[in-house]
């Protein structure tokens, strides 16, 4: 008996583990969300001379590895899927600037 329970409590931390791994991995997806829109308004404003293309397919490919992951939990999937329309809402505004400033996107 006390074998099983072990491997109970093993078996529970390690799913404890994948879940702070994913929570971590969401997290750090919305800090990056955040830097490619203030890098995005210092292109918009004249700070830099080429557009953050190569910092948004990064943010893309990460948005598309948790899009496929299936063990996120509701709440984790709630939260993820807010990041992504908050994401969703930015990428249109910055094509419509792109747009008018001329520039075509990749």
Do not use: C
């Amino acid at each position: 008996m006390a074998y099983s329970l072990n491997k109970l409590n093993r078996h529970d931390l390690g799913n404890r583990e994948e879940t702070a791994d994913i929570e971590q991995t969401i997290h750090r997806l919305d800090e990056d969300i955040r830097r490619l829109k203030i890098e995005f308004g210092i292109y918009f404003s004249g700070g830099v001379k080429r557009a953050p293309h190569e910092a948004r397919g990064r943010v893309e490919a990460s948005i598309k590895r948790i899009a496929d992951d299936r063990n996120l939990s509701y709440a984790q999937r709630f939260q993820f899927n807010t990041i992504v329309n908050r994401y969703t809402a930015y990428r249109e505004l910055w094509r419509r600037m792109l747009k008018a400033k001329g520039e075509d996107l990749i």
